[in-house]
C-alpha cells in the first residue's frame, strides 16, 4: 500500500510538471529527495496526458545526470530499471523507458559508453528489437535524444535502419526518424524517398518542455536550405 506521505509526494511531483516554465518546475523538483523523485518520476511515464509524460521524462534525464555526479551506481540502478521495464519478463510495456534513457545517456558521456549499444539494439531486428509499434515510437525518440548530444555514435547500422523508418505508414515514426537522422547531422534530402519531400501530416515535436506542432515536409524542407529548427530554437527558449 502507498504510503500517505508517498501518494502526497507523487501529487506535488504532478503538479510541478505543469508549471509552464521549465527552470522553475526543474529547482522545485530539486527539493524532493532524489530517492523519492526517481519512483515517481517513473509513475508518470505512463500518465495520460503526452506532455505530463514527456515532461516528468525530462525531469528523469536531469535527474540521471545530477545523481550520476554524486555517485554514478545510483544512475546505473535507474538505467537497470529501464531496461527491465522493457523486458518482457517485466510484464509491463515500458512506457518512456527508452525517452529517458536517451535522456540519461545523452548528458553522462561515462554511462553512454556503458548503456548506449543497448539503446541502439531496441531499434534493431538482430538485437533487442521492441515489437510493440507505438513502444518503437518511444525508440526512435530516445535514439534521437541521443544523437543530439552525441551525432558522431551514430553507426551505419542504426543510420539505415533509420532511413528505413521515413517509409513507416506511421507519420510519428517518420518525424522522429527524421529528427534522429537530423540530430546525427546525417539527413540527406537527396537520399529520402520522395513522400518526405511532400509529406503534409502534422505531429507533435517535444521542445524541452513544451510541445510544437510541425509538418514532416517541413522538417525535411528546413534541414535541406540549412535553417534551422523552429522547435530547435524552442528547445533553449523554455
Known amino acids: 500500500m502507498t504510503k500517505p506521505h508517498g501518494r502526497k509526494t ?3 511531483v504532478g503538479e510541478i510538471l505543469l ?3 521549465r527552470e522553475t518546475a526543474m529547482e522545485m523538483l ?3 529527495p532524489d530517492e523519492q523523485l526517481v ?10 496526458s503526452e506532455l505530463v509524460k514527456f515532461r516528468s521524462i525530462a525531469a ?6 545530477r545523481m550520476g555526479q554524486k555517485n554514478m551506481e545510483k544512475t546505473r540502478i535507474v538505467l537497470r530499471r529501464i531496461m527491465w521495464n522493457l523486458n518482457d519478463e517485466s510484464g509491463g510495456i515500458g512506457w518512456g523507458s527508452p525517452e ?6 545523452g548528458q553522462s558521456p561515462e554511462l553512454a559508453l556503458e548503456f548506449k549499444s543497448i539503446l541502439f539494439s531496441y531499434l534493431d531486428p538482430d538485437g533487442n528489437y521492441l515489437e510493440h509499434e507505438m513502444l518503437q515510437r518511444d525508440v526512435l525518440w530516445g535514439i534521437g535524444t541521443y544523437l543530439e548530444s552525441n551525432p558522431l555514435d551514430m553507426n ?6 533509420l532511413f528505413g523508418y521515413l517509409h513507416s505508414f506511421d507519420p510519428v515514426k517518420r518525424g522522429y526518424a527524421i529528427r534522429a537522422l537530423i540530430n546525427a547531422k546525417c539527413f540527406d534530402c537527396s537520399l529520402v524517398p520522395e513522400n518526405i519531400i511532400t509529406d503534409n501530416h502534422q505531429i507533435d515535436i517535444f521542445t524541452g518542455w513544451n510541445f510544437i506542432t510541425t509538418r514532416i515536409s517541413d522538417m525535411a524542407l528546413s534541414w535541406k536550405s540549412h535553417k534551422i529548427f523552429a522547435y530547435s530554437i524552442l528547445w533553449h527558449a523554455y
Open 10 to 12: 507523487k501529487q506535488k
Open 19 to 21: 508549471e509552464p516554465h
Open 30 to 32: 530539486m527539493q524532493i
Open 39 to 48: 519512483g515517481h518520476l517513473f509513475s508518470h511515464f505512463y500518465h495520460k
Open 60 to 65: 528523469m534525464g536531469a535527474l540521471g545526470s
Open 100 to 105: 529517458a534513457m536517451g535522456e540519461i545517456l
Open 156 to 161: 551505419e547500422k542504426t543510420k539505415s535502419l
